[in-house]
T-cell receptor, first 111, second 115 residues
Framework: AQSVAQPEDQVNVAEGNPLTVKCTYS??????LFWYVQYPNRGLQFLLK??????LVKGSYGFEAEFNKSQTSFHLKKPSALVSDSALYFC?????????FGGGTRLMVKP | GAVVSQHPSWVICKSGTSVKIECRSL??????MFWYRQFPKQSLMLMAT?????????EQGVEKDKFLINHASLTLSTLTVTSAHPEDSSFYIC???????????FGPGTRLTVT
């Protein structure tokens, strides 16, 4: 069975600083990995995905993620955080056309 | 493209009544639709998967008779919470797949409050 772990419930960062939201996964075979963002009382918005190809994936709103097969990680990054990036972030793995989500990480960007 | 809508966005109902939530793919035909439930400050839990014209597949622990799912067309799936109780209060989110079965497009969610 596949699983996703987001080890940090919350990440705090100052505006303008780089941010990293961590994600590790466990799945047999090649994973399809996703990052989503959720604002209060809203559904999930797609940020980026890794299916195959380059390990560094660029997505929406300046976010990127690096697929690391040896460490089974798919950390989300952004070079310069904005206050408007404050939200709940979910990492997910798709296996057998079923999405399994991590527990979510709340990102707080302070001015 | 690939927009999914949900209606209503929020609903308050009394205990014992039934509530229907609609999920529509607006600009594509959805081969599969999914229903998730999200408790406050928690992750999404898959409730069921539905394909047009066939019975939904429920995840373990989800009551089929309580959460009725109908997938009448390639653009519409409905979730009916029957005989709702306060513990059914939650945020319900649907998603749909288009051509690529591994890529899900999410609706904006429906906040259900049972009083």
């Amino acid at each position: 069975a596949q699983s996703v772990a987001q080890p940090e419930d919350q990440v705090n960062v100052a505006e303008g600083n780089p941010l990293t939201v961590k994600c590790t996964y466990s799945v047999s075979g090649n994973p399809y990995l996703f990052w989503y963002v959720q604002y209060p009382n809203r559904g999930l918005q797609f940020l980026l995905k890794y299916i195959t190809g380059d390990n560094l994936v660029k997505g929406s709103y300046g976010f990127e993620a690096e697929f690391n097969k040896s460490q089974t990680s798919f950390h989300l990054k952004k070079p310069s955080a904005l206050v408007s990036d404050s939200a709940l972030y979910f990492c997910a793995v798709n296996y057998g056309n079923m999405l399994t989500f991590g527990g979510g990480t709340r990102l707080m960007v302070k001015p | 493209g690939a927009v999914v809508s949900q209606h209503p966005s929020w609903v308050i109902c009394k205990s014992g009544t039934s509530v229907k939530i609609e999920c529509r793919s607006l600009d594509f035909q959805a081969t599969t639709m999914f229903w998730y439930r999200q408790f406050p400050k928690q992750s999404l839990m898959l409730m069921a998967t539905s394909n047009e014209g066939s019975k939904a597949t429920y995840e373990q622990g989800v009551e089929k008779d309580k959460f009725l799912i109908n997938h009448a067309s390639l653009t519409l799936s409905t979730l009916t919470v029957t005989s709702a109780h306060p513990e059914d209060s939650s945020f319900y989110i649907c998603s749909a797949t288009q051509r690529e079965p591994y890529e899900q497009y999410f609706g904006p969610g429906t906040r259900l409050t049972v009083t």
